[in-house]
């Protein structure tokens, strides 16, 4: 059995096809793996942020809740010293 030399150019050419698919595949493959990557990573971000702003949002209502009475006791000291200078004065006009 000879072979004709276009018989051969099909052999070679068939087995560069199978390595260019080989080449294409891993490249595919790569690609792939790469972007799940970029996803996990983003999902770990995504995340991060999560607890980054809920810790900020815990905070600030703690925050909220500390002022929101202090607004009261800052009235209360206010019109205690109002009251206080108000006496004052009226014992310095007796004098």
């Known amino acids: 059995m000879s072979f004709a030399p276009i018989d051969i150019l099909y052999i070679v050419l068939s087995f560069c096809v199978l390595w260019i698919s080989a080449a294409l595949f891993w490249f595919i493959w790569q690609a792939a793996q790469i ?3 970029v996803n996990v ?3 770990e971000a995504r995340e991060k942020m999560d607890k980054i702003e809920s810790a900020i949002s815990a905070i600030r209502n703690r925050f909220d809740s500390m002022v929101s009475p202090m607004g009261i006791v800052m009235e209360g000291l206010k019109r205690v010293m109002e009251y206080a200078i108000e006496k004052r004065e009226t014992k310095r006009g007796r004098k």
């Open 35 to 37: 972007l799940r990557n």
């Open 41 to 43: 990573a983003v999902d």
